[in-house]
């Protein structure tokens, strides 16, 4: 039996600005994704019917029903093509599980690919591209890697020039965050502060020139500077877990150049200077009990690709 194995990145985002709620309930995002090297695998084989098992330390956090991203992707991309979705889907997950780090959308992203390589379909990039976007709006980045804006409700993608390696490591929280509730606490923040927008007059949202530059010329040290500004959602993913403002306080405190919350969290992110100092932060993190574990990584890294 043929197996095909696809190996996906985490992203951390180094811009999220966050617009006014949609018609359609989403909202309007300027997003910049950066890929990282923390992966996922996910494996299919020819099966009777569609199956999904998943392995890794968080495995029993991770769905195996059709709410599974990965299985929702290999229905869709079978039901384009006429063909029944037979296959086993095997996640080895090693990226963070509902962390803010799009480890499930990497998954779907990662099962297009893998089931596209086994049926040969031979389906476009711009059709699995269209495929990840139905399927959630962080599923469409992972396809692509490096460094991309995020537009629309973040599947409208421009890659984007990246200089570079920039050294990061993660902090884990125990537990994750529902990213519909911290969207939603975004929202009521901003309620409460009198900056709520309605659907009419909300503005388009758009990134910092002076994110994207400090990113096209990979230095940790400008980027840093930004980075506890850049992120719309940190408010509200502190708001409803307080805990995380000591994690990035330690940190920032061991050296980080920047620090902030990752997507709608709870996973912090810390730029490092270079892979010593990187260690260095982590083993502060780890020592102040204020995490539940903590990654080293880097960035930008490429996006879904078939390994086997
Ligand atoms: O697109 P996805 O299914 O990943 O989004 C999950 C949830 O996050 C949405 O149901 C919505 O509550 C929130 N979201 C949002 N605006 C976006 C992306 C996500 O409000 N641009």
């Known amino acids: 039996m043929p197996t095909i194995t696809v190996r996906v990145p985490a992203k951390v985002n180094v811009q999220l600005v966050v617009g006014g709620v949609r018609p359609d309930g989403y909202h309007d995002l300027a997003n910049v994704f950066c890929a990282v090297s923390l992966y996922d695998e996910v494996s299919v084989t020819p099966a009777d019917a569609l199956r999904l098992t998943v392995s890794g330390a968080q495995a029993h956090q991770v769905p195996v029903d059709d709410t599974n991203l990965a299985a929702r992707a ?18 080895a997950k090693d990226i963070p599980v509902a962390g803010g780090m799009a480890g499930g959308s990497a998954d779907g992203a990662a099962a297009l690919v893998a089931c596209d390589a086994l049926w040969g379909t031979g389906t476009s990039r711009q059709e699995l591209l269209g495929l990840a976007a139905d399927l959630g709006s962080d599923v469409p980045f992972p396809l692509l890697g490096g460094v991309a804006l995020g537009r629309g409700r973040g599947e409208v993608l421009e890659p984007l020039p990246a ?11 125990d537990g994750g965050l529902s990213t519909p ?128």
């Open 74 to 91: 290999a229905r869709l991309l079978a039901a384009r093509h006429g063909l029944e979705p037979r296959v086993h889907l095997h996640i």
């Open 163 to 173: 200089g570079e390696t920039l050294h990061w490591v993660f902090a884990m929280a």
């Open 181 to 308: 509730e911290v969207f939603r606490a975004c929202d009521e923040l901003r309620r409460r502060g009198g900056q709520g927008w309605t659907v009419a007059d909300r503005p388009e949202p758009e990134p910092d020139p002076e994110v994207l530059d400090a990113v096209r010329r990979g230095d940790p040290v400008a980027l840093g500077a930004l980075l506890g500004e850049a992120n719309d959602l940190q408010a509200a993913a502190l708001s409803l877990r307080p805990a995380l403002a000591a994690t990035l306080h330690t940190g920032t405190e061991a050296g980080a150049l920047g620090a902030l919350v990752s997507g709608s969290g709870p996973t912090c992110a810390f730029l490092a200077k270079d892979t010593e100092a990187a260690n260095d932060i982590a083993e502060a993190l780890l020592a102040s009990g204020n995490c539940q574990s903590v990654r080293v990584a880097h960035g930008p890294v490429p996006g879904a690709a078939v390994i086997t």
